[in-house]
């Protein structure tokens, strides 16, 4: 079970970070451009919140039956994890990182709903989606998506 879960987050995360990214440019391209939100832009915002809940789901199921996950903190302590940068990275930074940019995407979604005009919609958007782009960006494993 471990290795299909894992699988299906890891290439779910190519998809996710391609909607994440590809929803933070538009939100960017009409706050500066000037342009009129358009049930496009609402679509792919409404998009990149789908994938992420659906990446953290999966996330959080692999989180407990991965060996680098909760086990690892029972197995060697919480002291021992901390001590370790690549078993912190699993551990303890990834799933944090990973969750407050979940939260910043649903933030950004919610408010941007509550907008009437085109300019402060795409504002939040770009706000609240760049720092969740940002924050995903920094934990990603790379190491382990190029090896």
Excluded at 39 to 44: A, H, S
Excluded at 55 to 66: H, N, R, T
Excluded at 103 to 118: A, D, E, P
């Amino acid at each position: 079970m471990y290795t299909s879960v894992q699988f299906i987050h890891s290439w779910w995360a190519y998809l996710t970070l391609f909607i994440v990214l590809i929803a933070t440019l538009n939100a960017l391209a009409g706050f500066f451009g000037n342009k009129d939100y358009q049930p496009k832009d609402f679509r792919l915002s409404l998009f990149a919140l789908i994938v992420t809940h659906i990446q953290f789901l999966i996330g959080l199921l692999l989180f407990f039956v991965s060996p680098s996950g909760m086990k690892s903190i029972s197995n060697n302590g919480m002291g021992e994890v901390m001590k370790d940068s690549n078993l912190r990275l699993y551990a303890v930074e990834h799933p944090m990182v990973m969750i407050l940019a979940v939260v910043f995407i649903t933030i950004g979604y919610s408010k941007h709903k509550r907008k009437l005009v085109s300019k402060p919609k795409f504002k939040v958007l770009t706000i609240f989606y760049t720092i969740a782009l940002v924050l995903m960006l920094s934990r990603i494993p790379w190491q382990q998506w190029f090896s």
